[in-house]
């Protein structure tokens, strides 16, 4: 099975950087995804990685280390509309179909 | 069109009713899922569909009834179903079951059983 850790909330203000960790455990290893889901909203997708290191997207980044089973999402410039709820998910290897989730990271934007 | 498109909204229905919980997409993907979320909680996946065949069924009971008539079209069909279950279901789609891009969810249906 898969298990996957996350801290349950983060504060933060306007501009500032905050990053968001994620260690996980799992039989075997595809790759690490992460979602964000505003309140009474669908999730949405922001990045994927599979290899070490640090994927950019905008002002979103995600990083993984593979050896340490860890990954962060690390947000920069924040916005208030950046308030919301942050998922891990990983793949498993070998049932690419099964991503299980974290329990998510409540953010909240402070002006 | 780049969206899941999920009917109805919301939906309340007593625990002798049968209802069903559609899913449509046009974006050529061939894996679909349905993922259960209650509130504050991760999403927990339910079923997947790769290539219109049932693929992961993660031990969901029989009240709850996958089909995927077509490569666009998923439902869910539910029956006799609990208080338990309400929850938000999330159908979701991806080109494949090991595509790198992430999925594309739904807004969801909001169900709740009376």
């Known amino acids: 099975g898969q298990s996957l850790e996350q801290p349950s909330e983060v504060t933060a203000v306007e501009g500032a950087i905050v990053q ?11 790759g690490l995804s992460w979602y ?3 309140d009474g909203g669908a999730p949405t997708f922001l990045s994927y ?25 690390l947000l920069q410039e924040l916005q208030m509309k950046d308030s919301a709820s942050y998922f891990c998910a990983v793949r498993p290897d ?18 | 069109d780049t969206e899941v498109t999920q009917t109805p909204k919301h939906l309340v229905m007593g625990m002798t ?13 061939r894996a679909m ?4 979320q209650k509130a504050k909680k991760p999403p927990e996946l339910m079923f997947v569909y790769s290539y219109e065949k049932l693929s992961i069924n993660e031990s969901v009971p029989s009240r709850f009834s996958p089909e ?3 490569s666009s079209l998923l439902n869910l069909h539910l029956h006799a179903l609990q208080p338990e279950d309400s929850a938000l279901y ?24 009376v």
């Open chain 2, 68 to 70: 995927c008539p077509n």
């Open chain 1, 36 to 38: 964000q889901q505003h």
């Open chain 2, 90 to 113: 999330l159908c979701a789609s991806s080109q494949d079951r090991g595509s790198i891009t992430g999925y594309t969810f739904g807004s969801g249906t909001r169900l709740t059983v």
């Open chain 1, 49 to 73: 990685n599979a290899l070490d290191g640090l994927e950019e997207t905008g002002r979103f980044s995600s990083f993984l280390s593979r050896s340490d089973s860890y990954g962060y999402l």
């Open chain 1, 20 to 30: 968001i960790n994620c260690t996980y455990q799992t039989s075997g290893f595809y």
């Open chain 2, 17 to 29: 009713n049968k209802k069903s919980l559609k899913c449509e997409q046009h974006m050529g993907h």
């Open chain 1, 94 to 111: 070998g049932d690419a179909g099964k991503s299980t989730f974290g329990d998510g990271t409540t953010l909240t934007v402070k002006p």
């Open chain 2, 33 to 36: 899922y349905w993922y259960k």
